[in-house]
């Protein structure tokens, strides 16, 4: 309790608040410019500190995943670190602490990397929370300079930081955290259809109750199929996500990758027909399997199919 009072001393401190309020008005602010770098650094700030933690607690494991190559945009890095936020969800469940609501981006053709540095210091905050809550008062240095860096390179940053979170949660993605993410791109998906004044009779296909990762992860790619077809018709630049595919060997936590693809894609539809909707908040779901997830999927897939011509 002493850790947490002096962490809310030092938030709040007046010299923090003496600079908040001492700003220029919001009107005559100058946006400053964040580049993927500066973003990259952040990245390099968020490893520190689950490095900390994962020391705390006598984890000497660390996962080391090879990287993507990808031509990725700030948006996808933006979802990456909503997985991340979902796996501090699960971190926070596993100490104890309440859970709270991770909110989405309205939808944007554009992700500018000041969002996915906003999305940063939210995952520093939160870590620095859980550190004060459980007594570690170990700091970690300042951040380096970087130069040269892509929202590829956060991207792949980001991935090997959540792969050691689950490492620290000792639990790592399953089917009811990827439910979750599905069931809200199924709702925005309902949200476009009725946008568009489509009548939607579909139903869901079969169940296939002997799914692995690796079939849920291909209904996935053939959603983001669907997606990208739109996207062709209404000109919306489209991103290659081959290196994503696993055809054996797929784990829960690569079909969220992709899912995650799958959510920040949709979103630029939305903008496109100018829907201003924020997608709800994720819930939670228990007892859902691979199954679960494919079966939700193909039927989003079947429901995209229904807009033959978005543009």
């Known amino acids: 309790m002493t850790c947490f009072r002096l962490f809310l001393k030092q938030l709040f401190s007046p010299t923090l608040v003496f600079i908040l309020f001492s700003a220029a008005p919001m009107a005559e602010a100058q946006v400053l410019f964040v580049s993927p770098s500066q973003a990259y650094a952040q990245a390099v700030q968020i490893e520190k500190e689950v490095n900390l933690l994962l020391e705390y607690h006598n984890i000497s494991e ?3 995943p090879g990287a993507f190559k990808a031509v990725l945009l700030p948006r996808h890095v933006y979802e990456k670190a909503y997985v991340i936020l ?4 699960i971190l926070r469940q596993r100490n104890g602490f309440s859970r709270f609501t991770i909110i989405s981006l309205e939808p944007k053709m554009s992700v500018d990397s000041e969002l996915v540095y906003e999305q940063t210091q939210r995952i520093l905050t939160e870590f620095r929370i859980i550190k004060a809550r459980i007594g570690l008062t170990s700091q970690i240095s300042p951040p380096q300079n970087y130069s040269g860096k892509k929202p ?18 000792q639990e790592p993605i399953v089917p009811n955290h990827v439910f979750a993410v599905v069931m809200k791109i ?4 309902d949200v476009i259809l009725q946008h568009l004044l489509i009548d939607d009779q579909t139903f869901p296909p079969a169940k296939n109750t002997d799914a692995k990762s690796a ?3 291909t209904a996935v790619f053939k959603a983001m199929a669907e997606i990208q ?6 000109g919306i630049v489209r991103t290659d996500f081959s290196t994503f595919q696993k055809n054996k060997g797929a784990l829960p936590s690569d079909v969220f990758n992709m899912v995650g693809m799958v959510f920040a894609e949709l979103q630029t539809i939305k903008a496109n027909m100018e829907i201003k909707s924020i ?3 994720a819930t939670r779901f228990e007892g859902k399997t691979r199954a679960d ?7 989003i897939s079947r429901k995209l199919q229904l807009i033959q011509q978005f543009r």
């Open 229 to 234: 077809r739109l996207q062709r018709q209404a």
């Open 279 to 281: 997608a709800a908040p």
């Open 186 to 189: 199924n709702e925005d998906v």
């Open 293 to 299: 997830v494919q079966q939700l999927v193909r039927w």
């Open 62 to 64: 660390r996962s080391k």
């Open 215 to 217: 079939d849920v992860l």
């Open 152 to 169: 590829i390179d956060v991207f792949n940053k980001l991935h090997q930081i959540s792969l050691n979170i689950e490492l620290l949660n």
């Open 86 to 89: 979902t796996k501090i969800q």
